[in-house]
C-alpha cells in the first residue's frame, strides 16, 4: 500500500471550543514521508509542530500538543478524520491556539476530505504492527487499553459513567472505510454539572447547544440552570427531566461511545504511523489514548524499523530453485533461503541459520558465530534480488557491491536464528546503479544493519 495526500486544499471555518476565537483551519496536500504537521501562521516565523505523541503536553477535555512556545489544542478530531481516510501526509496551518470545534464532531472534516479527493503518493505506507499484547492502564479509574495482534485494524469501545442518563454503551469499528458513515458525524459530550467549573477553568468558552452533546442527570434548580446558560451566552432552556438537551437529537442512541472510539483514532495518529491490530478500549480518555501512543512512539524510537511479520506456513513469493536462476551464487555461498514479501521499492528474505555451516568450523568452533561479513552478504543478496527484478530478463545481469556504509552489528548471530532481512532502495535506480538501506533481524531485535551501493551488470 502507498502513501496518500490530498488533492487539492481546503478550508473549515469555527469558533474554537476552548478559546471562543473565530478560527480558519487550512489542510494542505504534503510530500511522502512528511505525516501530520500543525502550522501556526499567526505566529511570528510562521512555526510548525508534528503532530506526534511526545508534544502531548494537556489532554484536558482535548489533546494539545506543544512545542517550545508553540501550542495548538483540540487535534483529535480534523486528525481522525485523516487517520480514517488513510491519509498519511497533510499540513494544516491556523490562525489560533487550536482548530475550530465545528459541530463537535469529524463530519466536515470527512466531507471535505472526500470533496478533494485523495491522491497515491509513490513511497509505500510504514505501518506499525501489533505483534503482541500492548495494555496501558489506569488503575486509580480503571480505565484500559488494549492491543492485541490482528490482520486488519479495529476497535471496541466499552464507556461507563456514574450517571442516570450515560451509564453503560459499546460502541464499535470493524474497519475505517465505516468511520465517515458510522462515527464521524458523533459529537462530543458535557454534563451540565461540569460545565461551571470547566468554564471557571478558562476552558470551553466556545461550547453551545450545537457544538456539544449537553447530558443533564443531577437536580439543579431552574434559575442555576439560567445562570449557566447566561454565562455562556447561550439561550436558556426549561429543562423539566433529565436526559439529552440538545437542539439537535442524537445521531445514535450510543453517540457519546461512538465519540469516544472517534477520540481514540484521533489520539492513536500521533503514533505517526497507521496501525494493524484490535485495539479494546475501556473507559477511554485523552489522557489514556496519548499515554498508549507515547508508549508505542517509545519503542519506535529505540527501533525505527520494525521486524517484518513472518508466517512460516505461508507459500513464499521466491523460493529456493526461483532464487537460484537469478542469482549466481552456489554452495557454500548462497545465504537467502526465500523471499517472503516483495514490493516495488522493498524486498524481504530468509535465511536460516544451521549448526552445518561451513563458516562454523572456524568462527568459532568452541563458540559459533555468523561472521558479520556474512550477515552483511546474505543482505546483499537479498537486495540483489529486489534490483533483478526491476530489469527485463534479471537471469542475463548480476549485480556488484561498488560501496558499504554505516554497517552495525548489534547482537550475535547463531545456529538456530532465523535472519529476516528487510532491504529498500533509498534512491531510485539510475544508470545500473542502486543505493540500499538494509535491515536484518533475529526475532523483533535488529542484529545488523547497513547501507550499501550495488551496480548491475549484463553478464558476457
Request: with cysteine; net charge negative; glycine share 6%.
Amino acid at each position: 500500500m502507498k502513501q496518500q495526500t490530498i488533492k487539492e486544499q481546503f478550508s473549515v471555518k469555527g469558533k474554537g471550543l476552548h478559546t471562543g476565537l473565530e478560527i480558519e483551519a487550512t489542510f494542505l496536500p504534503a510530500p511522502e514521508n512528511h505525516g501530520y504537521k500543525f502550522q501556526r501562521v499567526d505566529l511570528e516565523g510562521q512555526p510548525v509542530i508534528d503532530a506526534l505523541a511526545e508534544f502531548v503536553s494537556g489532554t484536558t477535555r482535548g489533546t494539545v500538543l506543544e512545542r517550545g512556545d508553540v501550542k495548538v489544542s483540540t487535534v483529535e478530531h480534523a486528525l481522525a478524520a485523516l487517520y480514517a481516510a488513510g491519509i498519511d501526509n497533510c499540513l494544516i496551518q491556523l490562525n489560533a491556539p487550536e482548530m475550530p470545534i465545528l459541530d463537535g464532531s469529524a463530519a466536515i472534516y470527512c466531507e471535505n476530505i472526500e470533496k478533494v479527493g485523495v491522491v497515491e503518493q509513490n513511497a509505500d505506507k510504514d505501518f506499525y504492527i501489533i505483534k503482541q499484547k500492548i495494555e496501558v492502564r489506569d488503575d486509580s479509574t480503571g480505565a484500559s487499553i488494549i492491543a492485541l495482534p490482528d490482520d486488519k485494524f479495529s476497535v471496541d469501545v466499552m464507556v461507563n459513567f456514574d450517571s442516570k442518563v450515560l451509564a453503560n454503551q459499546f460502541a464499535t469499528l470493524d474497519d475505517l472505510s465505516e468511520f465517515k458513515n458510522e462515527i464521524s458525524a458523533c459529537r462530543t459530550f458535557v454534563f451540565v454539572r461540569e460545565i461551571e467549573p470547566l468554564f471557571k477553568a478558562n476552558l470551553i468558552k466556545g461550547g453551545d447547544l450545537d457544538n456539544a452533546i449537553v447530558i443533564y442527570d443531577s437536580p439543579m434548580a431552574q434559575a442555576e440552570l439560567d445562570n449557566i446558560a447566561d454565562t455562556m451566552g447561550c439561550p436558556r432552556k426549561q429543562v423539566n427531566e433529565f436526559g439529552y438537551i440538545n437542539n439537535k437529537p442524537l445521531t445514535f442512541e450510543n453517540e457519546p461511545a461512538r465519540h469516544k472510539l472517534l477520540d481514540i483514532l484521533g489520539d492513536i495518529s500521533l503514533i505517526g504511523r497507521p496501525i494493524i491490530g484490535h485495539i479494546i478500549a475501556t473507559k477511554p480518555g485523552h489522557s489514556l489514548n496519548t499515554a498508549f501512543a507515547k508508549q508505542i512512539r517509545k519503542e519506535i524510537k529505540r527501533q525505527d524499523m520494525q521486524a517484518p511479520r513472518y508466517n512460516m506456513s505461508a507459500e513464499p513469493v521466491m523460493d529456493v530453485n526461483q532464487i537460484r536462476s537469478l542469482l549466481p551464487h552456489r554452495y557454500p555461498f548462497m545465504m537467502v533461503d526465500k523471499i517472503i514479501e516483495k514490493g516495488e521499492n522493498y524486498i524481504v528474505g530468509v535465511k536460516n541459520v544451521t549448526v552445518n555451516e561451513p563458516f562454523f568450523q572456524g568462527h568459532f568452533p568452541q563458540e559459533p558465530v555468523m561472521p558479520g561479513v556474512l550477515q552483511v552478504e546474505a543482505m546483499a543478496q537479498t537486495g540483489g534480488l529486489l534490483v533483478l527484478s526491476s530489469v527485463d530478463e534479471p537471469e542475463r545481469y548480476s549485480t556488484y557491491f561498488m560501496k558499504i556504509d554505516n554497517v552495525k552489528f548489534r547482537q550475535k548471530v547463531v545456529p538456530g536464528d532465523t535472519l529476516i532481512f528487510h532491504v529498500s532502495f533509498m534512491t531510485p535506480l539510475r544508470r545500473g546503479c542502486a543505493m540500499m538501506k538494509g535491515y536484518a533481524f533475529v526475532g523483533e531485535k535488529i542484529v545488523t544493519e547497513c547501507e550499501f551501493m550495488a551496480q548491475i551488470v549484463k553478464n558476457k
